[in-house]
């Protein structure tokens, strides 16, 4: 596709739930990123992928949080037993550049989470 | 700690003047400083990169400036026009932290008739 596209869009789930997020990158982008960002906040930065390698997920905020990029393109964000202070928008970005180098990101338009 | 911190206030300006955001940080060593653009319900857009060895940089109606002494960053809009109006994000990389990107809180600007 021509950007990067997240589902859903929009979800909400009772308190306690299990939920994934799908992130489809721009085809060919090597660099994989999600964002957590609440409402009036900047985006917090919680995992990023190059290709299907997960080089760094410090920024998880606990281990109720998974994601994955089994074959370097497709990311699924998994948050198992939700909270309610899970509830923000997962922005995820894409990247043409590998690690090291810099380079824009191009963000989708975000599953907005509301966890009741 | 390290933080970054963008004016919290909205930033209400006419129509044909110029905008100023700024960016300031504490505890970085940043390698490269990028500005975005987000919209109500959009994911942030990419606008300009500037490097800790340049000054300045420009595009279009863009102006950014980077002082890595005074660990700032401004961001300017000439002949601003109502469609400027958008939250503003500064974002930083550290020095060997790949493309890994740290995000202010944004700044509102409305640009009024």
């Known amino acids: 596709g021509a950007g990067v596209s997240q589902s859903p869009r929009y979800k909400v789930a009772k308190r306690g739930q299990d939920v994934a997020l799908r992130c489809d990158p721009i085809s060919g982008h090597v660099s994989l990123f999600w964002y957590q960002q609440a409402l009036g906040q900047g985006p917090e930065f919680l995992t990023y992928f190059q290709n299907e390698a997960q080089l760094d997920k410090s920024g998880l905020p606990s281990d109720r949080f998974f994601a994955e990029r089994p074959e370097g393109s497709v990311s699924t964000l998994k948050i198992q037993r939700t909270q309610q202070e899970d509830s923000a928008v997962y922005l995820c970005?894409?990247?043409?550049?590998?690690?090291?180098?810099?380079?824009?990101?191009?963000f989708g338009e975000g599953s907005r989470l509301t966890v009741l | 700690s390290q933080k970054i911190e963008q004016n919290s206030e909205a930033l209400n300006i006419q129509e044909g003047k110029t905008a100023t955001l700024t960016c300031n940080y504490t505890?970085?060593?940043?390698?490269?400083l990028q500005w975005y653009r987000q919209d109500p319900g959009r994911g942030p857009v990419f606008l300009l990169l500037i490097r800790e060895n340049e000054k300045e940089k420009r595009k279009e109606r863009l102006k950014v400036t980077f002082d890595t002494t005074l660990k700032q960053s401004l961001f300017h809009i000439t002949a601003s026009q109502p469609a400027d109006s958008a939250t503003y994000l500064c974002a930083l990389a550290g020095t060997g932290g790949g493309n890994k990107l740290t995000f202010g809180t944004g700044t509102q600007l409305k640009v009024e008739l």
């Open positions: 970005a894409s990247s043409l550049e590998a690690s090291g180098r810099p380079g824009e990101l191009f």
């Open positions: 505890n970085y060593s940043p390698a490269y």
